[in-house]
T-cell receptor, first 117, second 113 residues
């Protein structure tokens, strides 16, 4: 149980285009989802916290107009990187926090590798 | 603010040897503590977690961790390492009720056949 999927797993795009990444909790409901960014050989840095039906909360230094987050249902959150540039190339990982008995635990998706040319 | 320190960036052990990965945290109250493992290009898999109760926690794949409040530590151990354990290991802390994880910088484990 507690499976989180991400789509796509890899994406290559041209500079200036927008990219949407989906995060789904497959077998549980998640009131809260988190988006992280991981640079090569570094740790995960929290970008934003997404609560179903409300606006996301962004960490300091993360541009909310560039990284649009939507959490429209208890099983789906999306991250849209708008007008992507090469410096946005990174590994993006989402996690979901269940509402059930294991609500203190975050379950992570497999990540999305974004390369902006 | 909570923080996590993993002092060892890279550890190499021989297959079959024992393993201990260190983790120290900073948090004002009793934290929730986690160990995750990440294989190259993959997401994170939860190995084990500590919320309260018994300070020795058993996880998957033969891993265990011990919470020591006096030392603010939550070290991960395994008595006999397998080649498939080679990966990046992250310790994380969550303040009770904060819902946010703070990760350490990770420890890369290499296993020599």
């Amino acid at each position: 149980g507690a499976v989180v999927s991400q789509h796509p797993s890899r994406v290559i795009c041209k500079s200036g285009t927008s990219v949407k990444i989906e995060c789904r909790s497959l077998d549980f409901q998640a009131t809260t989802m988190f988006w992280y960014r991981q640079f090569p050989k570094q740790s995960l840095m929290l970008m934003a916290t997404s609560n179903e039906g409300s606006k996301a909360t962004y960490e300091q230094g993360v541009e909310k107009d560039k990284f649009l987050i939507n959490h429209a249902s208890l099983t789906l959150s999306t991250l849209t990187v708008t007008s992507a540039h090469p410096e946005d190339s990174s590994f993006y990982i989402c996690s979901a926090r269940s509402v059930g008995p294991t609500k203190e635990t975050q379950y992570f998706g497999p990540g999305t590798r974004l390369l902006v040319l | 603010a909570q923080s996590v320190t993993q002092p060892d960036i890279h550890i190499t052990v021989s297959e079959g040897a024992s393993l201990e990965l260190r983790c120290n945290y900073s948090y004002g109250a009793t934290p929730y503590l986690f160990w995750y493992v990440q294989s190259p290009g993959q997401g994170l898999q939860l190995l084990l977690k500590y919320f309260s109760g018994d300070t020795l926690v058993q996880g998957i794949k033969g891993f265990e961790a011990e919470f020591k409040r006096s030392q603010s530590s939550f070290n991960l151990r395994k008595p006999s390492v397998h080649w498939s354990d080679a990966a990046e290991y992250f310790c994380a802390v969550e303040g009770a009720g904060s819902y946010q994880l703070t990760f350490g910088k990770g420890t890369k484990l290499s296993v020599i056949p």
